[in-house]
């Protein structure tokens, strides 16, 4: 199977343990995940199948919404409540106005320290590797933009807020930030994603329906196929002499197009063969009038 599946994953699971389970439902080896959530995190998890498997990064690259629960007082090791207790802090001195006027501070960009309990590595070893041996190393900072930060509920010290953010944006870090500017230290005490990109909580599938559908002989219904992620873009065909040509990953001209149309130079396109498989993603440039592969998706040798 070639496509995406939006996945619910559930808490207690790892990324990896959806992708590991998902291998058995589907029966194929070739599936990847489309950026790790925590294991205390549920949420949207889109996993990619077969070819689809190319868009892993493209998908990991895109914005995301997450719901959150900011817990005011406690500093965690983790920057969570699963981890151990470093510091607490008394929050009876807070009020509504003040932490909503801090959390707001943050939409924009800003730097963020990436926690020590991650999956980024220093040195060839993984961040969270060093702190479950006791170390800290120093970590650089990195430029993360906060979209929107829609606080939905203040029961302090308790903060329901949604936020959407960049790639790389991590949250529990963003719920410490928000309680050390507070001066009483924070961590996060829930988290679900409830969006990537196209992908929408609403849509997402549990491992149990997912293996009930496979059982019913019916898993495809839940695999997207992978053109649909680009369904903003013109297609286009080449014509028939031409074809062999965007199998191979050739360039090919405007003039060898089988309907012509208008395009802009820098344009990407998704370009199909005569009977409707989805070839790639080409970019056009108009200084040559031809089309330049961006991204092969199909393999010629599944055609024979």
Do not use: W
């Not at 963020?112 to 190393?137: D, F, W």
């Amino acid at each position: 199977m070639n496509g995406i599946i939006n996945v619910y994953k559930e808490k207690g699971y790892t990324s990896h343990d959806v992708v590991a389970v998902l291998r058995k439902i589907a029966g194929q080896k070739k599936i990847g995940h489309t950026g790790t959530l925590d294991p205390d995190a549920t949420g949207v998890l889109p996993v990619c199948l077969g070819r689809a498997t190319k868009l892993c990064d493209l998908l990991t690259d895109r914005d995301k919404t997450y719901e959150a629960v900011l817990l005011l007082g406690k500093t965690t090791d983790t920057q969570d409540i699963s981890g151990a207790i470093l510091n607490e802090q008394p929050t009876d001195h807070l009020n509504e106005a003040e932490v909503t006027k801090v959390i707001e501070s943050f939409k924009g960009t800003y730097d963020q320290i990436p926690p020590m309990y991650s999956a980024l590595k220093v040195n060839g070893k993984k961040l969270y590797e060093l702190a479950r041996e006791g170390k800290t190393v120093e970590r650089k900072s990195r430029k993360v933009t906060i979209y929107q930060i829609h606080i939905k509920e203040i029961q302090l010290p308790r903060v329901r807020m949604e936020v959407t953010c960049s790639k790389g944006t991590y949250i529990r870090t963003l719920c410490h930030d928000i309680g050390n500017l507070l001066g009483t230290g924070g961590c996060m005490e829930e988290l679900t994603r409830t969006k990537v990109g196209r992908f929408e909580l609403k849509d997402s599938l549990k491992l149990e329906e997912l293996r009930d559908l496979a059982q019913n002989g019916r898993l495809e219904d839940a695999l997207i196929p992978l053109d649909q992620m680009f369904s903003e873009l013109q297609s286009v065909v080449p014509a028939e002499k031409y074809i062999p040509k965007a199998y191979n990953g050739n360039d090919f001209f405007r003039n060898q197009l089988s309907e012509t149309g208008k395009f802009c130079s820098g344009e990407k396109v998704r370009v199909y063969d005569a009977k409707g498989h989805f070839i790639g993603i080409y970019r056009y440039m108009e200084d040559k009038k031809m089309f330049h592969l961006v991204k092969m998706f199909l393999d010629p040798e599944e055609l024979r």
